[in-house]
């Protein structure tokens, strides 16, 4: 079908779905028409925006990554491990509010041809490490590591959509991705500027083979891909070339179970694995029916980080998972790629946001701040805590003159101590002096936020025992 020129195909087009009784908009409840063939292109607009933003998004990192050896971030080809001995920095924009606690391990899956194999060395016992994977859809739909799998190390198989065989001798797990294309992201715990050449030993054990090389069999190719050009950050969120970028994404991830309504849907109006949707070619009426899609998605986008994740009604916890978990989910997921996209499941990781302080009120760097951890009260992890600096908009590590871009727990004996024991932290944008700089998170001079990391977080973590402190305007 080629994309419409005139509305009056898209009332055919709509007319024939209006029997789908499994439509899902972004939160519960069905759409309703209104009768507008404009209005339900603005409607299916939204609905695929909050869909795929997390797609597209995830397609604009894993493009940097993996594809475009141009690119300042490129790490190098698919299917290959990728490690940096070192923790993330100002300089690293790639992905918003990255962790700067644990060097990182990328793997970009092609899964197309056939499985890989992924090998993971022992490692010490109390070091932390973690192997997420991320597929499409930026479900989080399996873990290795410390909490999951232990420290013993292993072999193990990851499979895409198409795969059918059986565990081969040799491998402890077959792991399933729902997509074509995916990532593995690697964590390994850093203990200080001294223990880099340890994480270096240990990214060197991380490595991964094509299932074929491990059986010592012929190799298996697939068709090379035409990757298209992704978009910025900033021009994904109105250019209506975004659905042509979700269209190429959906060739490689199959219509998941439940989903069959909302891919019919997109088709309608030309997005999907086999659709044809040109954004040069739409007419001004049907592009300025898209545009208002795209502006309604972020505003019910705006009003729920205001109402429900701003007041701690929807905290990160709910935002990351599995597929099962986020099922019909799509604002929730929506909401976990824009403010931290790759962010673990609360298992692996819970991240409180400290976007205000004790009064409500905007945190800023024109002020200064106290946050303070009274005795007993600091973070309860079975790995470590970080507390993390992010300047806003950008939602991007802040650089600083003493190069601090968190304060963590390996860090604790180098901090002063309250004369009852607990910690305070002094955040603002000059100096605290000499005697308080050793618990100084240096802020920038306008807008920021912080995020508390809990690594393999504790029971009352995940079930409201602890809850974080409040940053004090001082």
Not at 96 to 123: C, F, H, K
Not at 209 to 217: D, G, R, Y
């Amino acid at each position: 079908m080629k994309l419409w020129s005139a509305l009056g195909l898209i009332v055919v087009l709509l007319a024939a779905l209006g029997g789908c009784g499994d439509r899902q908009s972004a939160q519960p409840g069905a759409p309703t028409s209104t009768g507008s063939a404009t209005d339900d292109v603005r409607q299916i607009a939204k609905e695929a925006y909050i869909y795929g933003f997390p797609m597209v998004d995830n397609y604009r990192i894993q493009h940097a990554y993996f594809v475009d050896s141009n690119n300042p971030e490129y790490k190098g080809g698919w299917d290959q491990t990728h490690s940096s001995a070192r923790v993330y920095t100002p300089e690293d924009t790639a992905v918003q509010t990255p962790n700067s606690d644990t060097p990182y391990t990328m793997l970009g899956t092609d899964l197309r041809a056939e499985p890989l194999v992924l090998t993971v060395p022992q490692i010490e016992e109390g070091r932390y490490y973690s192997l997420q994977f991320v597929d499409a859809y930026t479900a989080d739909y399996a873990y290795l590591g410390s909490r999951a799998t232990g420290n013993d190390g292993g072999r193990y198989l990851l499979a895409g959509p198409g795969w059918s065989g059986d565990k081969p001798e040799g491998i402890d797990e077959v792991i399933r991705s729902d997509t074509e294309f995916g990532s593995v992201i690697y964590r390994t715990q850093l203990f200080g500027a001294e223990d880099i050449d340890n994480v270096k030993a240990i990214q060197n054990g991380y490595t991964v083979e094509p299932l074929s090389a491990f059986l010592n069999q012929p190799a298996i190719s697939a068709p090379p891909v035409d990757f298209i050009a992704p978009l910025t950050v900033e021009t994904q969120k109105t250019s209506p070339k975004f659905f042509e970028i979700l269209s190429f994404v959906l060739k490689y991830a199959p219509v998941l179970p439940g989903e069959e309504g909302q891919r019919a849907r997109f088709a309608s109006i030309g997005i999907g694995a086999d659709g044809d949707f040109d954004a040069d070619k739409l007419s001004p009426e049907t592009r300025a029916a898209v545009q208002a899609g795209m502006a309604d998605a972020w505003a019910e986008f705006n009003a729920f980080k205001k109402d429900r994740l701003d007041t701690g009604q929807v905290t990160s916890a709910q935002l990351f998972g599995n597929r099962e978990f986020l099922a019909g989910k799509y604002l929730y997921r929506m909401a976990g790629a824009v403010l931290g996209i790759y962010g673990n499941t609360a298992a692996e990781a819970i991240y409180p946001a400290l976007a205000v302080d004790s009064a409500g009120a905007p945190l800023d760097g024109s002020g200064s701040y106290t946050l303070r951890f009274a005795p007993e009260q600091l973070p309860p992890v079975n790995a470590f805590w970080s507390l993390t600096m992010y300047q806003l908009p950008q939602s991007l590590l802040v650089a600083n003159p003493i190069n601090r871009y968190l304060i963590n727990s390996p860090m604790l004996d180098d901090l002063i101590r309250d004369p009852d024991g607990g910690i305070t932290i002094n955040v603002q944008n000059e100096s605290p002096g000499a005697a308080r700089e050793a618990n100084w998170l240096p802020a920038p001079a306008g807008p920021f936020q912080m995020i508390l990391r809990l690594y393999w977080p504790k029971d009352e973590a995940l079930g409201g025992g602890w809850t974080p402190p409040k940053a004090v305007k001082s």
